[in-house]
């Protein structure tokens, strides 16, 4: 009997200890398997984080550079790659190693020593200019030991470049400011020191100060009008325009200019009627007449003429035959107060401001604006009006 029941109960122990085994088996697997689980979400996650973080230094307008502790890169984002027109892996390198750039080795240790270095620049070498600000930190851990460090760059190029305008601008300004004050202010010394007791003389001095105040009221208005249109405040009235009658204005208003040169004036233009602000239009031509006049040969020809073009816009020039534009000068005669020839342009007057004013009209028309010449054969300024303005 007892032997009986010590085996019914050693036969309990051991189905007792396989079901623990057996539940143990399943949970163990269980907890493996949700600890596996875990540990592809956490991968997932910290992938999902740097991807985000890739994404994040890639879209920044700066460029980023991230170096460890022995001055290596650790990270450089997309800006930074094309601010320094490099497509190699730049991991594990150092900024020597990878721009050449010495300039940049000592900012670092510049950084390294004073923790912070704000707004520094460096300008690239190349072709043409390019201006770069560089903000510099060092990196350290909580016990004050440096980790790396992190440098921000921000292109400054533009902003140089305006600042040059900038101040060419206001040099020219002043120039063409001061040459008209000038003489207006030693005529009016000359007369009030006698020279107005003679009338002849008194007359050729007011004369010349007419001239000149009336030079000085172009500048203005030019220098009103090139700001409005730069701006955007100056609103186009638009309008149908027949360009045909608009350059017979043109030619009609500018006849005596042309016959004190003996200059013949041709209107070869179509009858080509465009949705555009007349005034303005009428500017855009009256200039580029006024200036082939003043610069063709004497007794020469001038004639403005156009098409329509296969794609419905139009395209509208004044042609010369005089001299000519060097090749070097046709990309800049749009700028404000470029001159081919100086002293000639000042002897001719005008304010220098004719031909930028020509572009920023028509591209407020959404047209463009070029330039061709031979030396030699003469000049032909082009302007393009869209086929939407038709």
Same mark, same amino acid.
Request: glycine share 8%.
């Given at each position: 009997?007892w032997?009986?029941?010590?085996?019914?109960a050693?036969?309990?122990?051991?189905g007792?200890?396989?079901?623990w085994?057996?539940?143990?088996r399943?949970?163990?697997?269980?907890?493996?398997?949700e600890i596996?689980?875990?540990?592809r979400?956490?991968?997932?996650?910290?992938m999902d984080?740097q991807?985000?973080?890739k994404?994040?230094f890639?879209?920044m307008?700066?460029g980023l550079?991230?170096l460890?502790?022995?001055r290596?890169?650790?990270?450089a984002n997309?800006?930074f790659?094309?601010?320094?027109?490099?497509?190699a892996?730049?991991?594990g390198?150092?900024?020597v190693?990878?721009?050449?750039?010495?300039?940049?080795?000592e900012?670092?240790?510049?950084?390294?020593?004073?923790?912070q270095?704000?707004?520094y620049?460096?300008?690239?070498p190349?072709?043409?200019?390019?201006w770069?600000? =560089? *903000? &510099?930190?060092?990196?350290t851990?909580?016990a $004050?030991e440096?980790?790396?460090?992190?440098l @921000?760059?921000?292109? +400054?190029?533009?902003?140089?470049?305006?600042?040059r305008?900038?101040?060419e601008f206001?040099?020219?300004?002043s120039?063409?400011?001061?040459?008209?004050?000038?003489l207006i202010k030693g005529y009016?010394?000359?007369?009030l020191d006698?020279?107005k007791d003679?009338p002849?003389?008194a007359?050729?001095?007011l004369?010349?100060?007419?001239r000149?105040?009336n030079r000085?009221?172009?500048?203005?208005?030019?220098l009103?009008t090139?700001s409005?249109?730069e701006?955007?405040r100056?609103?186009l009235?638009?309008?149908?325009?027949?360009?045909h009658?608009?350059a017979?204005?043109?030619?009609?208003f500018?006849?005596?200019?042309?016959?004190n040169k003996?200059t013949?004036l =041709? *209107? &070869?233009?179509p009858?080509?009627v465009?949705n $555009?602000?007349v005034?303005?239009?009428?500017q @855009?031509l009256?200039? +580029?007449?006024d200036?082939a006049?003043k610069?063709?040969r004497?007794?020469g020809?001038v004639?403005?003429?156009g098409?329509?073009?296969?794609?419905?816009a139009?395209?509208?020039?004044?042609?010369?035959?005089g001299?000519?534009?060097?090749p070097?000068?046709?990309?800049?005669?749009?700028?404000?107060f470029y001159?081919?020839?100086?002293?000639r342009?000042r002897?001719?007057g005008g304010t220098?401001l004719g031909?930028?004013?020509v572009k920023?009209?028509?591209?407020?028309?959404d047209?463009?604006v070029?330039?061709?010449s031979?030396l030699?054969?003469?000049t032909?300024?082009?302007?393009?009006l869209?086929?939407?303005l038709?």
């Amino acid at each position: 009997m007892w032997a009986f029941l010590f085996i019914l109960a050693l036969t309990a122990l051991a189905g007792l200890h396989f079901w623990w085994r057996g539940k143990f088996r399943a949970q163990a697997e269980q907890l493996a398997a949700e600890i596996d689980s875990f540990k592809r979400r956490q991968q997932q996650t910290s992938m999902d984080a740097q991807a985000q973080q890739k994404v994040l230094f890639d879209s920044m307008l700066e460029g980023l550079l991230l170096l460890d502790r022995n001055r290596k890169i650790y990270l450089a984002n997309r800006t930074f790659k094309n601010l320094f027109g490099v497509k190699a892996e730049l991991r594990g390198k150092t900024v020597v190693e990878a721009l050449r750039l010495h300039e940049l080795d000592e900012l670092l240790q510049r950084a390294e020593t004073e923790k912070q270095v704000l707004d520094y620049e460096i300008k690239l070498p190349g072709l043409t200019d390019r201006w770069l600000q =560089v *903000n &510099a930190a060092s990196i350290t851990n909580a016990a $004050g030991e440096r980790e790396g460090t992190i440098l @921000v760059f921000h292109d +400054l190029t533009r902003l140089k470049q305006l600042e040059r305008q900038r101040e060419e601008f206001v040099a020219n300004v002043s120039h063409e400011l001061r040459t008209p004050l000038s003489l207006i202010k030693g005529y009016v010394e000359t007369l009030l020191d006698g020279a107005k007791d003679n009338p002849e003389v008194a007359e050729r001095f007011l004369k010349t100060i007419e001239r000149n105040a009336n030079r000085l009221d172009l500048l203005i208005q030019d220098l009103l009008t090139i700001s409005a249109l730069e701006s955007g405040r100056m609103k186009l009235d638009l309008a149908p325009v027949n360009l045909h009658a608009l350059a017979d204005r043109v030619l009609t208003f500018l006849h005596g200019k042309a016959e004190n040169k003996n200059t013949t004036l =041709v *209107n &070869a233009l179509p009858e080509l009627v465009v949705n $555009g602000d007349v005034n303005r239009l009428d500017q @855009v031509l009256a200039n +580029l007449v006024d200036n082939a006049i003043k610069y063709g040969r004497a007794e020469g020809t001038v004639t403005v003429g156009g098409k329509k073009l296969d794609d419905g816009a139009l395209e509208i020039f004044v042609r010369d035959d005089g001299p000519g534009i060097p090749p070097e000068a046709l990309d800049r005669v749009f700028e404000r107060f470029y001159r081919v020839d100086k002293a000639r342009s000042r002897d001719q007057g005008g304010t220098g401001l004719g031909l930028a004013i020509v572009k920023h009209i028509v591209q407020a028309h959404d047209g463009e604006v070029r330039c061709e010449s031979e030396l030699g054969k003469g000049t032909t300024f082009y302007f393009m009006l869209p086929a939407g303005l038709n």
